[in-house]
């Protein structure tokens, strides 16, 4: 399983980026896809995670100004961020795992499988 992404940038407050991330080698027919973050000294939060259903999931800094989808292969996952903030400055990762529920969609440990990262710098 292979999880690359793409599309990390430096851009200034209140500017947008598109992450991908493509998928190759799925195991799991049911699954979740997910992005997260990691800022240094930090530890790794989940921000948006999307299941088989198209059902999506949002971390509260996320609501209203990310938003998560499935490429028309379903094994492309984008991350649309708009109004970026300093605060989005992290590395950014995809995330694969089996079906979980929606309470458990942003939480590290549901997911088996990682990227390498792509980098987001936000300058204010």
């Known amino acids: 399983v292979q999880l690359v992404e793409s599309g990390g940038d430096s851009v200034q407050t209140g500017g947008s980026l598109r992450l991908s991330c493509v998928i190759s080698?799925?195991?799991?027919?049911?699954?979740?896809m997910a992005w997260f973050r990691q800022a240094p000294g930090k530890q790794r939060e989940g921000v948006a995670s999307i299941d088989s259903y198209n059902d999506a999931t949002y971390a509260d800094s996320a609501k209203g100004r990310f938003t998560v989808f499935r490429g028309n292969d379903k094994n492309t996952l984008i991350l649309q961020m708009n109004d970026l903030k300093p605060e989005d400055t992290a590395v950014y990762y995809c995330?694969?795992?089996?079906?979980?529920?929606?309470?458990?969609?942003?939480?590290?440990?549901?997911?088996?499988?990682w990227g390498q990262g792509t980098q987001v710098t936000v300058s204010s």
């Open positions: 995330a694969l795992g089996s079906q979980t529920h929606a309470s458990a969609a942003l939480l590290p440990s549901a997911y088996m499988y």
């Open positions: 080698g799925n195991p799991f027919i049911s699954n979740n």
